[in-house]
């Protein structure tokens, strides 16, 4: 199954999850569009710029991966521990879980997420 890029569907959200700021985002499906019979319910480009950030959130039916592209971060884990993220760096978060993100480097933060059900 094949998603072209120029098919992506681009939104802004403002203060994602309580955090500050804007993130782009471009869908490359989400739950009501998820191909049946997918355990995937969400797939992404996600970028914060400098200073934005996504709030500290809970995941309490479904766990949710970030591969990170580009740029700097701090990652806050379930457990309210931040560490430090940047590119080739990964990070999964469990059924029941939280976590959060911060773009907190000079150029734009570029990951990948994806949700599947928990």
């Known amino acids: 199954m094949l ?3 120029d098919d992506l569907v681009e939104t802004v959200m403002e203060k994602p999850r309580g955090g500050n700021g804007s993130m782009q985002c471009k869908f490359v499906f989400k739950a009501d ?14 970028t914060l710029q400098p200073g934005c950030s996504m709030g500290y959130h809970k995941h309490p039916d479904n766990e ?14 379930d457990g309210g521990a931040t560490v430090r993220v940047g590119p080739g ?6 059924k029941g879980q939280s976590h959060g993100i911060e773009n907190t480097g000079s150029v734009p ?7 599947v059900k928990g």
Not at 33 to 46: E, H, K, L, T, Y
Not at 64 to 77: H, I, K, N, P, R
Not at 109 to 115: D, S
């Open 89 to 94: 760096d990964t990070t999964l978060t469990l």
């Open 3 to 5: 998603f072209k890029s």
């Open 64 to 77: 949710e991966l970030y591969v990170f592209l580009s740029g700097e971060g701090t990652f806050t884990d």
């Open 109 to 115: 933060l570029k990951f990948l997420a994806a949700i």
């Open 33 to 46: 569009s998820a191909p049946a019979g997918s355990s995937f319910q969400m797939v992404s480009n996600m």
